[in-house]
């Protein structure tokens, strides 16, 4: 999967899957499986990103 997802220039794979079933002894199905993806830079891909505010911190509100 990793040659694969390299010869495509892929920079990582995501959501990846691995399955295995045993049918009888000694055969076996296994099942290998994700998705490959290239990153971008936020503001190559829509300039306004950088133009967007921070987002605010996550937690309670700090005290006085």
Known sequence: MMEQAKTMNADA??????????????????????TAVKLADADAVHPRMAEQPPLPPKGPPAAP
């Open 13 to 34: 794979i995501i959501a990846m899957r691995y399955d295995a079933t045993e049918f009888a002894p000694g055969i076996t199905e296994v099942l290998a499986y994700g």
